[in-house]
């Protein structure tokens, strides 16, 4: 991930007498509190990067950008669609709806009472109203929680760097200490974005190019844990990566495969930055740095949240749909699309093989739908771009620590820079 180029240079000294302040490189991995320590072990590679799943320039890129702008009608566009995964489905019942149509031509007349068809619609209406509108809420769940945690980042970001003193009138070296110290913060609070990210995608290490520069100095259990051997997955072929693309099932990797292939104790990063993160709150409460009870409270509120987001996204990615509720709907659902051409053909005729194959898209289609929003935090593109979310932040992040915490008289006349 791209790293927004952001370098504070902050004067030494000012006709206020205000302490001198240290340039510090907000973007980068350059201070000595983002970099292992001696003692650690050489970097490791991480697991290789994940790709989408076919690379035709932009059509194909997941989850989809929302930034970008296609001035095609929505009826035209592929990009989102859920029409690549209803090319062999619809395939299938073409077929079907063709035999049925040519032995009810010319061998037998299958037909079947347009009572069933009135029957199985309600029924097969109530159960797709059902699935998707449950998937829904959970999409809507995953985006309000990530809402939460980039509310939150961004209050405990402030309340660190305006509230939490800096030394520098005591010691400077304190006060660059202190600085660091402040920047190492905002660091967690991006690293807990970002861990989180991976986590919802069932990703288990540290060893990844957009969260390893930010907690390859702490000891965590996803960093020990991580082994070349076992923990880097095989690149897919063509032959997978087009069976992922049309939906196909059997061409599906289990997303808890580099989970269940670890030898070690994964733990759970996300929480384990929380913990680091409240070590930071206690040790610039013992160190007289935040002094008041009120800011004190409101950062212990806001690690708060985010641990009830840590929460409330797992509780979203882990209480699917209850199996037995899904096999249900998909039974009912073919069930109907099957019997489609033995109601159509009495007053179709030939027309029976296209219509059971719009059927078929548009209830198949809805159903696949509520399919793929069910975990809004996956690689489709239609889930939540949780990889721009984590960019927006880092961005917003380096902006608060662009400049030197502002004081009153900084800004009272206008003349804060």
């Not at 035709?56 to 566009?77: A, M, N, V, W």
């Not at 619609?121 to 309000?144: P, Q």
């Not at 690690?303 to 009830?308: P, R, T, Y």
Request: neutral net charge; contains cysteine; proline residues 6%.
């Amino acid at each position: 991930m791209s790293t927004t180029n952001t370098t504070t240079s902050w004067q030494e000294s000012d006709s206020l007498g205000k302490p001198p302040y240290v340039n510090i490189d907000v973007n980068s991995q350059a201070t000595s509190l983002r970099q292992p320590s001696p003692t650690s072990e050489p970097k490791r590679p991480g697991p290789p990067r994940h790709k989408s799943s076919i690379r035709t320039g932009d059509t194909f890129t997941k989850p989809r950008d929302i930034e970008k702008h296609s001035k095609l009608p929505y009826f035209l566009r592929m990009h989102g669609s859920i029409t690549p995964r209803m090319l062999v489905p619809l395939a299938f019942i073409g077929l079907w709806a063709t035999l049925i149509t040519c032995i009810s031509e010319f061998v037998y007349e299958l037909v079947v009472s347009d009572i069933l068809l009135t029957v199985l619609g309600f029924v097969v209406g109530l159960g797709i109203s059902f699935r998707t509108s449950s998937a829904y809420e959970r999409y809507v769940d995953g985006r309000k929680f990530w809402a939460q945690l980039s509310q939150t980042s961004r209050d405990l970001a402030r309340h660190i760097w305006i509230h939490v003193d800096e030394r520098h009138e005591t010691d400077p070296q304190l006060g660059k200490a202190d600085l660091l110290g402040k920047l190492t913060a905002l660091n967690l609070i991006l690293a807990f974005a970002i861990s989180l990210k991976h986590r919802l995608r069932f990703e288990p290490y540290a060893q990844y190019e957009d969260l390893e520069p930010l907690v390859a100095h702490l000891s965590t259990f996803a960093g020990d844990a991580f082994d070349p051997e076992t923990s880097e997955l095989k690149p897919k072929t063509s032959w997978k990566r087009g069976g992922e693309y049309l939906g196909l099932t059997f061409a599906e990797s289990n997303p808890r495969k580099a989970i269940k292939r670890s030898k070690k104790n994964l733990g759970n990063l996300p929480l384990e930055i929380l913990t680091y993160m409240s070590a930071y709150v206690n040790a610039t409460v013992k160190g007289g740095q935040l002094t008041s009870g009120v800011q004190e409270a409101m950062v212990m509120a806001n690690l708060a949240s985010l641990n009830e987001v840590l929460a409330g996204t797992e509780r979203v990615l882990n209480t699917p749909l209850p199996i037995a509720y899904s096999i249900a709907i998909s039974q009912i659902t073919w069930v109907y699309v099957i019997m489609l051409p033995f109601q159509l053909w009495h007053a179709l005729h030939w027309i029976t093989i296209p219509g059971t194959i719009v059927g078929a898209y548009i209830i198949l289609g809805i159903a696949a739908i509520g399919r793929e929003i069910e975990n809004p935090f996956g690689r489709d593109e239609n889930d939540l771009p949780l990889d721009a979310f984590c960019e927006a932040l880092r961005d917003e992040l380096n902006g608060i620590a662009a400049r030197k915490p502002p004081k009153m008289e900084d800004f009272e006349d206008g003349g804060y820079s």
